[in-house]
C-alpha cells in the first residue's frame, strides 16, 4: 500500500472526527478521492479489507452466544424483514423499470429480485463499529442489532453457496467436530499468559482453523472466522483475546473502506440511482422498527437498534459481484449498490451519533406502536432500599461493590446490561440487575430516590455522561460519582452534574504508593502481604487535590 494512502486516509478520517463523524466515514470517502486520483485498490488493499472482516467477525463470535440467535425478536425479525424488504424492493425496481428509466429498463425479473436481496442486508462493520464507540454493544438493542446482522450473515452464506454452483466439499461435514476442540483450544489459552502470544493465538484461531479451514472444504472463509469466536466464546479470557485484537481489527477495517471507495467509478446515471434507493432507507428503517415493536420490546430499543441498521451492507456489493460474475447484472449495478451503500454510512453516522436528541424529539409519536406486553428484559425495576448504585459491573465496578458493602450494611446494587455478566455476580451473591443503564429511560423506569450515592462505572466516557445528566435532570439529590480515563473527561463529568470524579489512570498509582504505604506503617510489609488496594486508594474529591465539582 502507498504510504500517500495512508496520509490520505488519515487525514480523512481525521477531518471526519472534527466534524463530529465517525472515522469510517472520512477513510470510505478516502478511497473515492484517491480513486478520482487514479489509485487502483490492487490485490494488497484487498486482502488487508478481508482480513479486517474475518477479524470483525472472529471478535463478534468471540461475544455471541448462540442460545442468542434462537431469540424470535432475532431469527424471526431477521427473516421476516429479509422476505419482505426483498419482496418490496423487487416490486418498486420493477415499477421503476416499466416507466423506462436508465439502467432499470433493462432489468428482468430475476436481476430485480437479485438487486433487491442485495439491498436487503445491513451492514455488520457499520454496525459493530458505531456500537463500540457508543459502549452499547452489550446492551439489549445492541445485541439484537448484532444477532440480525449474524442471521443476515448466514443467509448471505446459503444464497453464495446456491448461486456460484459451488458445492461444499464432502470434508465439511468434518466442520461438525469443531466444538469437539473447544477443551485443546481452552487449555492453548489458560497457556498463553497475557502477553503476545494472546492476540497471535486468536489472529490463529481466526485465520488458519477458521477462515482457512473453512475456504477449504467450500464453505465462506468469514463464516469460519465467526464460528471459531463462537466456539472460544464461553472462555473467561475471550474478552481479554478480543480487546488484544481490536488495534489490528481497526487498522485492517481501514483497508476495507478504503477498498469500497477504491473500487467504484461513479457516473451520472449511477449518483442518481444510488440517491433514489438511499431515500429509501427510510422504508427499511421503519420496517424493522415495526417488527421489533411487535415483539414487545420498548420503542426505544426498537428505534436505537433500527438506527443501527439504518444502511445498506459489504454483502450487498458481494452479492452484486455474484450477480455480475453470472450475467445476470451489468457491472454498472455494482457502482450502484457501493454509492448507496457509502451514502447511507454518511447518513446513519450522525443519525447514531445523534440518537438521543433525534428519540427525544419523536418518542410521542412511536409510543403509540408500543406493545402493553413488556419484553422480559425491560421489566419496570425496583431497587428497594438500595443506599448504594453502581452502574457498570466490570472489573472497577466489582471492586467497588466490595468496598461498599459492609459501609452501607449491605444496601448496595449493580446495574449492567451484559446478561452474562449479571448472572455471574448473582451466582457469587451479588446483587446485581440487569439494564441499560445508559438507557436515558431507565432513569425514568427506576426509582433511585432512595439512593444516597450512585456510582457510574461504564467503560464508556459518554455513557457515564448521558446516566449523570439523566439522574440530574430527574431530579436526583444524592451523590454521583463517576469514572473517567482522560482529564478532559473529568471536566465534561463535573459539568454534567458528578460531584466526584475518578481518573482510573491517574489514581492507580496514588492507589498502589497508598497501599505499600498503609502495609509499612502497619508494619505488615512482608512477602507475604498482600491486599485490596480498595481500601487505600480513594477517588478525587472536595477534599483533596483532585477534581470535584466546585
Known amino acids: 500500500m502507498d504510504p500517500i494512502w495512508i496520509a490520505v486516509a488519515f487525514a480523512a478520517g481525521f477531518v471526519a472526527r472534527l466534524v463530529n463523524l465517525p472515522p469510517l466515514v472520512g477513510f470510505l470517502l478516502a478511497g473515492f478521492l484517491l480513486k ?138 468434518a466442520l461438525l467436530g469443531l466444538p469437539l476442540l473447544r477443551p485443546l483450544l481452552d487449555r492453548i489459552l489458560d497457556r498463553c499468559g497475557h502477553g503476545e502470544l494472546v492476540p497471535l493465538f486468536g489472529l490463529c484461531a481466526a485465520l488458519s482453523l477458521g477462515a482457512y479451514v473453512f475456504d477449504l472444504v467450500g464453505l465462506k472463509a468469514d463464516l469460519g472466522a465467526l464460528v471459531l469466536g463462537m466456539i472460544l466464546a464461553p472462555h473467561p479470557r475471550a474478552s481479554e483475546m478480543a480487546d488484544s485484537l481490536f488495534a489490528f481489527k481497526d487498522v485492517f477495517l481501514v483497508g476495507f473502506f478504503l477498498s469500497i471507495g477504491l473500487g467504484s467509478s461513479p457516473t451520472l446515471a449511477a449518483l442518481g440511482v444510488a440517491l433514489f434507493f438511499t431515500l429509501l432507507m427510510p422504508l427499511k428503517v421503519g420496517l424493522f422498527f415495526w417488527l421489533l415493536s411487535r415483539f414487545n420490546l420498548r420503542t426505544r430499543t426498537a428505534t436505537n437498534a433500527s438506527f443501527s441498521l439504518a444502511n445498506y451492507s459489504e454483502f450487498g456489493l458481494i452479492v452484486g459481484a455474484v450477480g455480475v460474475g453470472n450475467g445476470w447484472i451489468t457491472s454498472d449495478w455494482l457502482v450502484v449498490i457501493a454509492l448507496a451503500l457509502s451514502a447511507t454510512f454518511v447518513i446513519a453516522s450522525p443519525l447514531n451519533t445523534a440518537f438521543e436528541a433525534i428519540y427525544t424529539r419523536i418518542s410521542s409519536h412511536l409510543r403509540r406502536f408500543q406493545s402493553s406486553t413488556r419484553h422480559p428484559e425491560e421489566q419496570p425495576i425496583s431497587l428497594g432500599g438500595t443506599g448504594a448504585l453502581i452502574v457498570g459491573m466490570g472489573r472497577i465496578g466489582t471492586g467497588t461493590y466490595e468496598y461498599l458493602v459492609p459501609r452501607f450494611d449491605g444496601l448496595v446494587t449493580g446495574i449492567d446490561s451484559n446478561p452474562d455478566r449479571v448472572t455471574q455476580h448473582v451466582k457469587e451473591g451479588r446483587d446485581v440487575i440487569l439494564a441499560d443503564a445508559a438507557d436515558t429511560q431507565f432513569w425514568v423506569r427506576v426509582q433511585a430516590a432512595e439512593c444516597r450515592l450512585v456510582m457510574l462505572s461504564m467503560p464508556d466516557h459518554g455513557a457515564n455522561l448521558r446516566a449523570a445528566r439523566r439522574l440530574r435532570a430527574e431530579g436526583f439529590k444524592g451523590h454521583v460519582a463517576a469514572i473517567a480515563t482522560f482529564h478532559d473527561q473529568e471536566e465534561d463529568l463535573l459539568e454534567s452534574g458528578a460531584d466526584v470524579v475518578f481518573n482510573t489512570y491517574a489514581e492507580a498509582g496514588a492507589g498502589f504508593a497508598g497501599h505499600v504505604c498503609s502495609r509499612l506503617s502497619e508494619g505488615l510489609f512482608d512477602s507475604n502481604a498482600v491486599g485490596d488496594t480498595a481500601e487505600s486508594s480513594s477517588p478525587r474529591d472536595r477534599t483533596n487535590s483532585g477534581k470535584s465539582k466546585p
Open 36 to 173: 478520482a486520483m487514479g489509485a487502483d485498490a490492487g490485490e494488497l488493499v484487498q486482502t488487508i479489507a478481508d482480513l479486517g472482516v474475518m477479524l470483525l467477525l472472529f471478535t463478534i463470535g468471540l461475544k455471541l452466544k448462540i442460545k442468542t440467535l434462537l431469540r424470535p425478536e432475532i431469527w424471526a425479525v431477521a427473516s421476516i424483514h429479509m422476505v419482505a424488504s426483498v419482496v418490496a424492493f423487487a416490486a418498486i425496481i420493477k415499477l421503476v423499470a416499466f416507466a423506462g428509466v436508465a439502467l432499470f429498463a433493462e432489468l428482468t425479473f430475476g436481476s430485480s429480485v437479485l438487486i433487491a436481496f442485495a439491498l436487503s442486508f445491513s451492514s455488520t462493520v457499520f454496525a459493530v463499529k458505531v456500537l463500540e464507540e457508543k459502549g452499547e454493544i452489550s446492551a439489549l438493542h445492541g445485541r439484537i442489532a448484532i444477532g440480525i446482522l449474524i442471521m443476515q450473515d448466514i443467509f448471505a452464506v446459503v444464497f453464495m453457496t446456491v448461486s456460484t454452483g459451488k458445492v461444499p466439499s464432502i470434508w465439511a461435514v
